[in-house]
């Protein structure tokens, strides 16, 4: 565990070792399909400069937001296989795979409803999403739902949603009924604002987090993922044993 924080060559400025973490979750690097990276070139970069971070696996989850992207199963795996072509070619020492971050809306419905496979990062895990804005109508009816059909839903950054401030026990209902919890590690920064750093901060202590994710759409990410402030609190994380990225 002590690894986590050496002056390796894959350290960041703070002394964190990416490496440690074996495996980042949650990215946007399939490119042109959602927010993320629009193009190969651009993929290559981001990948280029995470496998200088120490990372040895991505699984990169575009967004399924119907609204928006509307993206499929089949158009993400087409993307994929183009992308591990690439980094092939590359030869960069890194594995690249693909799952997907759902936004909870009435398409998700449709999905469960028809009993359509959902992507996953391992198993039976869903990264999902809802609304950065407002609280998100019959949520926990599609949370319920996912789990019979036998999905762990894993919430993306919840300290995103900074219009739970004033309404912490919703964080205490999501793990009661079993989700599970990914923080953006440039929430712990200035990069989200002052409320995403103290709600991150909050379910910390709380034991609330499983995974760590980083996020990442572009290079201005990546400039920042380099330069990652190593606080107490993210040191507490990572001794905590909870966080579950190296069996991804």
Same mark, same amino acid.
């Given at each position: 565990?002590?690894?986590?924080?050496? !002056?390796? !060559?894959?350290?960041?400025?703070?002394?964190?070792?990416?490496?440690?973490?074996?495996?980042?979750?949650?990215?946007?690097?399939?490119?042109?399909?959602?927010?993320?990276?629009?193009?190969?070139? =651009?993929? &290559?970069?981001?990948?280029?400069?995470?496998?200088? &971070?120490?990372? !040895?696996?991505?699984?990169?989850?575009?967004?399924?937001?119907?609204?928006?992207?509307?993206?499929?199963?089949?158009?993400?795996?087409?993307?994929?296989?183009?992308?591990?072509?690439? =980094?092939?070619?590359?030869?960069?020492?890194?594995?690249?795979?693909?799952?997907?971050?759902?936004?909870?809306?009435?398409? =998700?419905?449709?999905?469960?409803?028809?009993?359509?496979?959902?992507?996953?990062?391992? %198993?039976?895990?869903?990264?999902?999403?809802?609304?950065?804005?407002?609280?998100?109508?019959?949520?926990?009816?599609?949370?319920?739902?996912?789990?019979?059909?036998?999905?762990?839903?894993?919430?993306?950054?919840?300290?995103?949603? =900074?219009?739970?401030?004033?309404?912490?026990?919703?964080?205490?209902? &999501?793990?009661?009924?079993?989700?599970?919890?990914?923080? $953006?590690?440039?929430?712990?920064?200035?990069?989200? %604002?002052?409320?995403?750093?103290?709600?991150?901060?909050?379910?910390?202590?709380?034991?609330?987090? $499983?995974?760590? %994710?980083?996020?990442?759409?572009?290079?201005?990410?990546?400039?920042?993922?380099?330069?990652?402030?190593?606080? $107490?609190?993210? !040191?507490?994380?990572?001794?905590?044993?909870?966080?579950? $990225?190296?069996?991804?």
């Amino acid at each position: 565990m002590f690894g986590l924080f050496s !002056k390796s !060559k894959h350290s960041s400025q703070s002394g964190f070792d990416y490496q440690s973490l074996g495996t980042d979750m949650h990215s946007h690097l399939l490119p042109g399909i959602d927010d993320g990276s629009p193009s190969l070139e =651009v993929s &290559l970069e981001l990948i280029r400069g995470m496998a200088a &971070l120490g990372y !040895k696996k991505l699984i990169t989850t575009p967004h399924i937001m119907w609204d928006m992207y509307k993206n499929t199963p089949a158009i993400i795996n087409e993307k994929l296989g183009e992308l591990q072509t690439a =980094v092939s070619q590359e030869g960069l020492d890194i594995t690249i795979a693909a799952a997907a971050e759902y936004f909870l809306d009435e398409y =998700v419905e449709q999905l469960l409803r028809n009993k359509e496979p959902l992507l996953t990062l391992d %198993g039976k895990l869903v990264l999902v999403e809802f609304s950065l804005a407002f609280p998100a109508h019959g949520l926990k009816d599609i949370l319920f739902e996912m789990q019979m059909q036998g999905y762990v839903p894993v919430i993306a950054h919840p300290e995103r949603y =900074v219009y739970l401030e004033n309404t912490k026990d919703f964080y205490d209902e &999501l793990k009661d009924i079993g989700c599970l919890f990914q923080l $953006n590690l440039l929430s712990l920064g200035n990069h989200y %604002g002052k409320s995403v750093n103290q709600l991150a901060h909050y379910l910390i202590k709380k034991d609330y987090y $499983n995974f760590i %994710g980083t996020d990442l759409h572009h290079t201005r990410h990546l400039t920042a993922l380099r330069q990652m402030h190593m606080d $107490n609190a993210l !040191k507490n994380l990572l001794h905590s044993g909870l966080i579950r $990225n190296a069996a991804l």
